[in-house]
């Protein structure tokens, strides 16, 4: 099985997404996704997810919270993600993307339009019409 971490990473009411390499080779090319990716042998969820998102956009994650586990095929495989949930406190011009073709901070209006890698995309929107409710 694969297990994967990412994070919803927000600020105010927008969330930060990151635009998929345009490369054949790899899952889910040129379309919108969370930050993250694959967990290590023996890592736990959270320090892979410290690990990834310091390694992709130069950030270290010091509060983040479990707000979904989800299991679902990829092909062949079986797949475990653990979605996190983290505030950031940086603008986008004070992140640097060392994974991926681009970054930005969208708002819930925005997401209709945009090519999101499907399993995630409710994640996204029930989490932004979460915290929305509760503002």
């Known amino acids: 099985m694969k297990r994967i971490a990412k ?67 990829e092909g062949n495989v079986d797949v475990e993600d653990y979605i996190f949930a983290a505030e950031l406190s940086k603008d986008v011009n004070e992140l640097s993307l060392n994974e991926g073709r681009a970054m930005q901070f969208f708002a819930l209006e925005e997401l209709e339009v945009l090519d999101i890698v499907q399993h995630y995309r409710s994640a996204i929107i ?8 509760s503002e």
Do not use: Y
């Open 126 to 133: 029930n989490f932004l019409n979460h915290r929305q409710g």
């Open 7 to 73: 994070a919803i990473l927000f600020r105010g009411d927008k969330v930060l997404l990151q635009l998929r390499d345009d490369n054949q080779r790899i899952p889910f090319p040129n379309q919108w996704s969370l930050f993250g990716g694959c967990i290590e042998n023996n890592e736990e969820p959270e320090d892979c997810l410290v690990r990834e998102i310091r390694e992709e956009i130069g950030v270290t994650l010091k509060n983040s919270a479990l707000i979904l586990k989800q299991h679902r095929r």
